[in-house]
């Protein structure tokens, strides 16, 4: 459970990110980013995997960058739900968002383990 929330943080994070750098993301306040982070979490946790087997095809056909609209798309379903306060301007802006998300995500997350906790190997030379 810690993990979800550490996890639900960098998710925050990364859209905290690209509000600044996309013009077409807007966050109303502290509280919609949170509510968008969990949102976006649990989104991504259900309605993803069925979205992505059910565009198997096209994934396949266009080498998976297909996967870039359905991580937009996501985003999307996000601001539509949480309307007044996470506002996305269109597809091309939440597709931008999504990669923004994804990379401080992949960045963040290879820092921290499995139980929430931070885990740097270093190597050290004798």
Known sequence: MRGFFIRACIVALGLFVASRIVPGIQIGSGGALIWAAVLLAVVNAIVRPVLIFLTLPITLLTLGLFLLVINGLMIELVSALLAPGFFVA??????LASIIVSVIGWLVNSFIGSEGRVEVITVRRI
């Open 90 to 95: 269109g597809l091309g802006s939440a597709i």
